[in-house]
């Protein structure tokens, strides 16, 4: 079996040929900038940063003879990738998948569906997936793969002018350490009672869907859940989060996670490693001290 | 003056849906809904047209208890209505399949649509229908605006936003910061439930799926909760020092 990875983020890149490696042979498609190094590829192909979703999707289906499937990462740009080349071919997309095996020809994936409150198991002909983002942890593999260049076909979309989201910004996909807050941090002004603990434990702060979105007591960016970023760190520490699944479904493969909420029936305390019933306020303080020890 | 079709996805409400003990998702009872980012996709399609004039046409691939989303769109300003029949189950080829069916014999300018959907998060049917119908997707879109006979978006990415355009027709996604859906007001709502809604059905196959289970994810997290805070803080503070190793 040979596959072709593809991906506009280095990170999402690594991720997938992280759940390809070992199971097929694979090159890779990175459409960005910068040396790409560590993905364990035969053949790397290098696109322009940029470069619209179909003029690549187009390019990769002048090669796609060459491979049996195709895997993109699930940015914006992996997926308008793979449903084009769905749409094209008529290959069956298993989509936001976490875990793939093929055997008998078939394929086996696993996805999570009803917003995060169950897992879809399912087999299926599915030549093209997609991998959600930050459900798998990315290896380094060694490889000096072959560069080549993607033939890069004429696009129907034409690119203005590329802004830099906030430049030196949060990237909390990478994060080690999380802080986040809920809807029982009260107020905008609250968040800086809890920015010493963000410092102590060198992290970074995040929000649930209300304090981003609704209340806009912190930027979309720091939005975690399913309909914000979905981040893996080491540890994840929920502070006044109650624990609705569009949360959970954002910060469900972080390794170790605290909860502190002062309602005991929260379902984030079914979600967490450890706990504690009580006012974030009173208890906040204590362990920044604690932790200055 | 523009013709913006709008693809509206009607779910059930997942936050009114439970599992039961062996994890099995709990159906019978719980009411559908118009999806968020569909709500979003609505208002986009109701601007372009109070701006630019125009009509808009919204498209259901659902069921006959469609319906009733299709009456919530109308209230907000969607014109004309169609509801394919024959949806068994997400998977996003067949939805595609099933609305450039009836897209093919229809004039217009502009489909807009969610991105995502708050149930599966497939995200293909944007790329899916730019590719059957062979016009340009503008994906992700915060803010559109039409010049003459081309579109603009700004594209929403993971690390940077582009100012992009094409040629209409065109498809364009929208993120659901694009805008806040309007409540229509009880009057609308009324007029609504006596406008005709156009029926047409797709019989697609599903079979090269095969779901072998569908069930909550079991919780492995350890769940040591304290409710004495002067207990909790010690043994809190010692996971997070080992974490920060």
Known sequence: MKALVVSDDINFLKQACTLVNGKAEYDAVYVGEG?????????????????????VADGILEIMGNYDIIVAGSTEFGREVAGYIAGKTGYYAATEIFSLEFSNGKAKTKRFFYGGKTVIEEESDAKVFTVAPGVIEAKEFESKPEEKDLPIKPSKVRVNKVVPKNAGGVRLEDAKIIVSVGRGIGSKENISKIEPLVNAVKGELAGSRPVCMDYGWLSEDRQVGLSGKKVSPKLYIALGISGQIQHIAGMRNSKTVIAINKDKNAPIFQECDYGIVGDIFAIVPKIVEELKK | MVNVIVLIKQIIDIDQMKTDSEGKPILSGIPYRVENLSKN??????????????????????????TAAMKEAYAMGVDEGIIITGYKGSNPIVTAKAITSILKNLQYDIVVLGDQSADSYTGMLPGL??????????????????????VRITQVGEAENAEIEADMPAIVSVTQEINQPRLPPVLQIMAAGRKPIRMEKYDGSFSNVNVISNLAPKSERKKKIFEKVDEGIPEIVKVIKEEMR
Do not use: C
């Open chain 2, 129 to 150: 229908l730019s590719a059957m119908t062979g016009f340009p997707l503008l994906g992700n879109a915060n803010s559109i605006t039409i010049n003459g006979r081309s």
């Open chain 2, 41 to 66: 996709a609505i208002e986009a399609a109701v601007q372009l047209k109070e701006k630019n004039g125009g009509k808009v046409t919204g498209i259901i691939f659902g069921t006959e208890a469609s």
């Open chain 1, 35 to 55: 040396r790409v190094s560590g993905v364990g590829a035969s053949t790397l192909y290098t696109v322009k940063k940029g470069t619209p979703y179909d003029a």
